[in-house]
């Protein structure tokens, strides 16, 4: 993270707690951009007798992951910090995998979950910073995407079970 001091921010947050808050949405950014991403090639690719139960379902997930970019690096910038939009800052973010070539629907299945899981992570270890600062539109934010993100493995879950 560009560590860019802003002395002229006055919310009620010290700029460590900034800085540390604004690393954490960085790594959450970063999650969310690459599963947006894993997501949307998915629902180009996927093939197979549950294409367009799967086509659906992936296009209702990127797009509700597109906009959760912008929520989560337009709280970096209230927060003083430069947000990363760089596939290189990214990928040196993330803890999503790429996926090689083009997988079967249940593999994709399977990806999406860890993805979406990984995510759920990441806000995990990012709350406690925020709730600590006493950030609470940071707590909110992170707390809406643990839902959506929970919600969504467990849909994409359920359609591995026999």
Do not use: C
Not at 105 to 116: F, P
Not at 138 to 153: F, G, K, Y
């Amino acid at each position: 993270m560009s560590k860019t001091k802003n002395t002229g921010i006055n919310i009620g947050l010290s700029e460590k707690d900034r800085g540390e808050i604004a690393e954490g949405l960085e790594r959450m950014l970063a999650d969310t951009y690459t599963l947006y991403l894993k997501t949307h090639n998915f629902h180009w690719n996927v093939t197979g007798p549950m294409f367009q139960t799967l086509h659906l379902m992936f296009m209702t997930q990127y797009n509700e992951s597109w906009l959760a970019v912008d929520m989560l690096a337009e709280r970096i910038r209230a927060l003083g910090y430069p947000a990363p939009g760089s596939y290189k800052q990214f990928a040196a973010l993330t803890r999503i995998k790429d996926s090689e070539g083009v997988p079967k629907a249940k593999e994709m299945l399977r990806q999406l979950v860890d993805g979406q899981e990984t995510v759920v992570r990441t806000a995990r270890e990012v709350l406690p910073i925020a709730e600590k600062a006493g950030d609470q539109p940071t707590v909110d934010l992170l707390s809406a995407r643990m839902q959506v993100h929970e919600q969504n493995a467990w849909m994409l879950r359920s359609l591995l079970e026999e």
